[in-house]
């Protein structure tokens, strides 16, 4: 009998988590690549309601070539892209709740894509200011507060991978530098942020049938997300979604998910779940 041993860490319980990471895409009927369908779900995990206004959320950079690979540079890690919860008023989100964050809020099942879902009930856009991708005017939008392309507002989810994605509080960000490439001085620049601020992240990695999973993608410290997890398909527009496992449900139907800072336990994909759904 074989057996595969899987670290975990141990941790305080967090409140919001990131439960379900749409990155893949689908197709149409039509077989044409179908993107503008994708977003992130958090979930409150808690026993308690929660004030989410000013938390931030951010993708790391994804190039075939990490701009810093693990263990470079320690204390930080390297952002393409970085929204914001609007701040002002609160945005309370009740214990088993989720807040859904969609590039496109609008019902994508009428555009002939069979796999894609009606994301009208969304809680928030990364709204496209290019005009690329249809939005629902009527979905207030996540701001968008750094972005490695002036043109790219819309969140930059990579259908087969790497995808990862942290979710974290910091009071300085106005104050963390953008950089280059470890050992260059032209091309993209990055938003260095400082790994330590980190309440919750999830590495979604490159993968393919011959070779496996792609390790050399990963973005994350382990004391992060001690594994991984990834789609079944190389270049996505499979329609999987990567998603929480629950970990408990109490008998009135609330339940909570699991959290153990390893995503190889923690997640699994699926085509068969819509938004704020969760694998019973």
């Not at 319980?13 to 994708?38: M, T």
């Not at 894509?113 to 290019?130: M, N, Q, V």
């Not at 249809?134 to 207030?140: G, K, L, Q, S």
């Given at each position: 009998?074989?057996?595969?041993?899987?670290?975990?860490?141990?941790?305080?319980?967090?409140?919001?988590?990131?439960?379900?990471?749409?990155?893949?895409?689908?197709?149409?009927?039509?077989?044409?690549?179908?993107?503008?369908?994708?977003?992130?779900?958090?979930?409150?995990?808690?026993?308690?309601?929660?004030?989410?206004?000013?938390?931030?959320?951010?993708?790391?950079?994804?190039?075939?070539?990490?701009a810093y690979t693990l263990g470079l540079t320690p204390d930080y890690l390297y952002l393409k892209q970085l929204y914001r919860f609007p701040t002002g008023k609160p945005i309370r989100v009740a214990a088993g709740g989720t807040v859904l964050v969609a590039n496109s809020a609008i019902d994508?099942?009428?555009?002939?894509?069979?796999?894609?879902?009606?994301?009208?009930?969304?809680?928030?856009?990364?709204?496209?200011?290019?005009?690329?991708?249809?939005?629902?005017?009527?979905?207030?939008?996540?701001?968008?507060?750094?972005?490695?392309?002036?043109?790219?507002?819309?969140?930059?989810?990579?259908?087969?991978?790497?995808?990862?994605?942290?979710?974290?509080?910091?009071?300085?960000?106005?104050?963390?530098?953008?950089?280059?490439?470890?050992?260059?001085?032209?091309?993209?620049?990055?938003?260095?942020?400082?790994?330590?601020?980190?309440?919750?992240?999830?590495?979604?990695?490159?993968?393919?049938?011959?070779?496996?999973?792609?390790?050399?993608?990963?973005?994350?410290?382990?004391?992060?997300?001690?594994?991984?997890?990834?789609?079944?398909?190389?270049?996505?527009?499979?329609?999987?979604?990567?998603?929480?496992?629950?970990?408990?449900?109490?008998?009135?139907?609330?339940?909570?998910?699991?959290?153990?800072?390893?995503?190889?336990?923690?997640?699994?994909?699926?085509?068969?779940?819509?938004?704020?759904?969760?694998?019973?």
């Amino acid at each position: 009998e074989s057996r595969i041993a899987l670290a975990t860490n141990a941790h305080a319980v967090q409140s919001l988590i990131i439960g379900k990471v749409y990155a893949a895409g689908s197709k149409d009927s039509n077989n044409r690549n179908y993107s503008a369908g994708k977003y992130i779900e958090f979930f409150n995990n808690s026993d308690r309601e929660i004030d989410i206004s000013g938390y931030y959320f951010g993708l790391l950079e994804s190039g075939s070539t990490a701009a810093y690979t693990l263990g470079l540079t320690p204390d930080y890690l390297y952002l393409k892209q970085l929204y914001r919860f609007p701040t002002g008023k609160p945005i309370r989100v009740a214990a088993g709740g989720t807040v859904l964050v969609a590039n496109s809020a609008i019902d994508h099942t009428a555009n002939d894509a069979p796999l894609e879902h009606d994301l009208r009930g969304a809680d928030f856009e990364a709204k496209d200011a290019s005009g690329k991708t249809v939005n629902n005017p009527t979905t207030p939008a996540v701001e968008l507060v750094f972005s490695m392309w002036a043109q790219v507002t819309a969140m930059n989810l990579v259908q087969g991978g790497p995808t990862s994605v942290v979710l974290f509080t910091a009071d300085d960000v106005d104050t963390w530098p953008q950089v280059y490439a470890y050992q260059k001085s032209t091309g993209a620049q990055y938003l260095r942020m400082p790994a330590k601020v980190i309440k919750d992240g999830v590495d979604i990695l490159k993968y393919n049938t011959v070779n496996g999973v792609d390790l050399t993608s990963r973005r994350l410290y382990d004391w992060i997300d001690a594994g991984y997890t990834h789609i079944s398909s190389a270049s996505g527009w499979n329609g999987e979604v990567s998603v929480r496992k629950v970990s408990a449900k109490a008998s009135n139907g609330r339940f909570t998910l699991m959290d153990t800072n390893n995503s190889t336990n923690d997640f699994t994909t699926t085509t068969h779940l819509a938004p704020r759904q969760y694998p019973q």
